[in-house]
Structures are given as structure tokens and as C-alpha cells.
């Protein structure tokens, strides 16, 4: 089974470490409460510890083309993944895959012992995704109130002036009643 990182084809994972993390509450837990109700599960991380040859041997050197620099190509495809932040999995041959993981870090130390291949430490996290049924949703919406303004140039024409009507204080109108229109509105 060949080692990957996404479409990267590597020539060995020299390291592997997943990290499955859940916290615990910070607040005391209520004699007889569920427990679970305070556990939060954190995201997986995994660190991969992995070499990309330029000189390949066996399946690997079979699947690259000749024309190749395998570890500048292993270099630029890390970072792009880092900087479009794509989703990855990640393929070890030792655990199952790992899906949907975004890269954290990628740390590629060059010295006199890593010679033509392309060393690293890289760290990923696990996305998570939910799904929210909003058929399930009610949705109050607040229509703000509008008054009325006249236009320029209105006057009141009636020969009392304004009516004893326009100046008693408006009634409120029951909170059901405006959710019935609201329900009206949007059913």
C-alpha cells in the first residue's frame, strides 16, 4: 500500500501520531448528571513525519515521470495545500484514512544529512462537519414600524385641525396577533 498526503504520493511515512482529544468541564459536575453532557470532543490531529525522494525505488519510482524533481514538487504542493486550504486524507497503511484533514503546519528542515529528498513534519486537523435540518427552524422575523410622515406642502385642511382620534395613544396589539400575521405572511 503507498503512502499519500492527498494526490502527494510519498515514499514512506517514518511517523504517525494521531491525537484523538476530548476535555473535560472546567465547572464542577452536578451529582448524577450525565457525564457526557460535559465532555467536549475536540477535533483529531494527526502529525506526519514522512521523506519524498528525488532517487525513488519500487512502486514509488514506477508512478513518478523521469523529468521530475519529486521534492520540489512534494515542497509546492504542501504549501499550496496550506494556502488554498484544501481539504486532504491522508493515507498511512498503518490506520485507516484519514478524511477531510486541513494542514496546520508544515515544518521542512534542510541540512547536510537530508541529501536529495525532501524531509517534514506536518501537522493536520480534522474538520468536522454538522447538519442543520432548518425544515425544523421557526423563524420570528421583527418588521420594524414605520410612521407615516406628510409630504411637504399637506396642510391640514378640517376645521377643528387634527381629529381627537389622531391624538389618543395607539393600542398595542397582543404578541399572538402579530405572530398569526407573521405566519400568514410566510405560509
Known amino acids: 500500500m503507498t503512502s499519500r498526503i492527498g494526490d502527494l504520493e510519498l515514499d514512506c511515512i517514518v511517523r504517525i501520531v494521531p491525537n484523538h482529544r476530548n476535555e473535560a468541564t472546567m465547572h464542577p459536575v452536578e451529582t448524577g448528571a450525565n457525564i457526557t453532557d460535559h465532555v467536549i470532543e475536540r477535533p483529531l490531529t494527526v502529525e506526519v513525519v514522512s521523506i519524498v525522494s528525488d532517487t525513488p525505488i ?7 515521470s523521469d523529468n521530475s524533481i519529486p521534492s520540489d514538487i512534494a515542497y509546492t504542493y504542501l504549501t499550496r495545500l496550506m494556502a488554498d486550504k484544501e481539504l486532504v486524507s491522508i493515507e498511512s497503511g498503518v490506520y485507516p484514512v484519514f478524511k477531510d484533514m486541513l494542514l ?3 515544518t521542512p528542515p534542510k541540512d547536510a544529512t537530508t541529501g536529495a529528498s525532501f524531509r517534514f513534519t506536518a501537522s493536520f486537523q480534522q474538520t468536522v462537519f454538522s447538519t442543520v435540518n432548518v425544515d425544523d ?8 414600524l414605520v410612521k407615516k410622515k406628510k409630504q411637504a406642502g399637506n396642510v391640514d385642511t378640517s376645521a377643528d385641525g387634527p ?4 391624538s389618543q395613544p395607539k393600542k398595542a396589539v397582543p404578541d399572538s396577533h402579530l405572530f398569526n400575521a407573521f405566519e400568514a405572511v410566510f405560509d
Open 163 to 166: 381629529s381627537a382620534a389622531d
Open 58 to 64: 519500487g512502486l514509488v519510482a514506477d508512478a513518478r
Open 137 to 144: 427552524i421557526e423563524t420570528l422575523v421583527a418588521l420594524p
Open 104 to 106: 496546520l503546519s508544515l
